[in-house]
Structures are given as C-alpha cells and as structure tokens.
C-alpha cells in the first residue's frame, strides 16, 4: 500500500527552465510534507516543508505548492541548475517530525538538468 | 556542529549471518529514526527510537530490531540476513518538541548479502 506515490521516476530539463515534481497521497490523516534531495552515495537532505494549513511555501528558487482536496503536491525548482540534478523524494507525515511524526516516502524523481 | 554519522559505511555479509549498524544523532536530537532505501521499494520506515524507547515502528519482520542508548545513540540489528535485505540503512535524527521541522539524515550504511 503506497500512501506516497511520485508517478515520475525521472525528469530532464534544460538549464534555467522550470523543474516541476510532483507527489500524491491516499492518506488524509497527512499533515505534513516535506521534500528531500538526495545524492549518490550521500544520506537525503531536507529541501522544504509544508504543512496543511497552508497551500504554498516559498525559499529561494524552491516552491512547494499543495492541494489539499486533491491530495497532491508540486516542488517548483526554478530556474533549475545543473547542480540541481538528484533524487527528489517526497514524504508526508501525520504529526510534526520534531513530535515524533514517521516520515512516508515516495519512491523518488530522479531529476537531470542539462546545461 | 557535526552531523548524523552512521558506521560502518559499508558492510559485506553472507545469508545466515547477523549485523549490527550504529549510529550517532546531531547533539542534542534525542529522536533517531531508521530507513531501509532499495531501488525498488524506496525509502521504507523501520522505527524510530526516543529516550531509549521504540515510539514507532514500520511493517518490517521481527529479524529487523534496534535500540537507543542514555546518550541517544543508537544501534540497529538484522539477524539471520537474506539476500533481500541487501540495502542502504538510513538514520535520520530530529530534536523533539522544537528546532526545524525536519529529520537529518546521515550518509548510510551500505549492506551487501552475498
């Protein structure tokens, strides 16, 4: 049962253009979500949050958009750099993590930005 | 300050065997989480371990087990390993109660069953 599906495994985009990811899930009991970025041979790295009560979060070139009635959520990556080029996962949480909420993953995007 | 650290970084095993995988949280993060990443499955919760004491746990078998010690380290233990539980280990660790919203992850333990 996969509460957290991201359908793309890959993406390619040219440099300075709009990296769209997207992510879905099944459980509405979901409050929080957070996006990881993740590089070979490395551990995931926290990119950005949100949480429900809000539908957008911004910081810096990273904007995540979520839509609550359709259970779906975006990370905007613009413009995207070659050094953007990883696996973006996408994880979602029933309670806050720093209050012992477990992080659901998706199966990750693996992203390419081509100069 | 100094972040997750997991040892060892890599480990070979052969079926049967058993294996024990460490790792040091962020000072002062007193939860410590562990995920098994595979290429088909994704990264999937094991538990997750506060003040010594397991708070969650994932949908994996009895083989798979853990425990945090009083300075929330903590230690994960596979017995009787398959072939199928050749993965990368994961800890993350997070501050309870405040600090950012988020877990921190180290950079794995990378177990090969032969």
């Known amino acids: 049962d996969q509460q957290v599906k991201q359908n793309s495994p890959s993406l390619s985009v040219q440099e300075g253009r709009i990296s769209i990811l997207n992510c879905d899930y099944t459980n509405s009991m979901f409050d929080y979500f957070l996006w990881y970025k993740k590089y070979p041979a490395e551990g995931p790295t926290f990119l950005i949050s949100?949480?429900?009560?809000?539908d957008k979060n911004e910081d810096g070139r990273f904007t995540v958009f979520l839509n609550k009635s359709a259970k779906h959520l975006s990370l905007h990556i613009v413009p995207s750099q070659p050094g953007d080029s990883a696996v973006y996962f996408c994880?979602?949480?029933?309670?806050?993590?720093?209050?012992?909420?477990?992080?659901?993953f998706g199966q990750g995007t693996e992203l390419s930005v081509k100069p | 300050k100094a972040g997750v650290t997991q040892t060892p970084r890599y480990l070979i095993k052969t079926r049967g065997q058993q294996v024990t995988l460490s790792c040091s949280p962020i000072s002062g993060h007193r939860s410590v989480s562990w995920y098994q990443q595979t290429p088909g499955q994704g990264l999937q919760f094991l538990f997750e371990?506060?003040?010594?004491?397991?708070?969650n746990k994932g949908n994996f078998p009895g083989r798979f087990s853990g425990r945090q010690f009083s300075n929330s380290r903590s230690e994960m233990n596979v017995s009787t390993l398959e072939l199928g539980d050749s993965a990368l280990y994961l800890c993350?660790?997070?501050?309870?109660?405040?600090?950012?919203?988020?877990?921190?992850f180290g950079p794995g333990t990378r177990l090969t069953v032969l």
């Open positions: 993350a660790s997070s501050k309870y109660g405040g600090g950012t919203d988020t877990q921190y």
């Open positions: 371990y506060f003040s010594e004491t397991q708070r």
């Open positions: 949100i949480s429900s009560i809000k």
């Open positions: 994880a979602a949480s029933a309670r806050r993590v720093n209050q012992g909420g477990k992080l659901i």
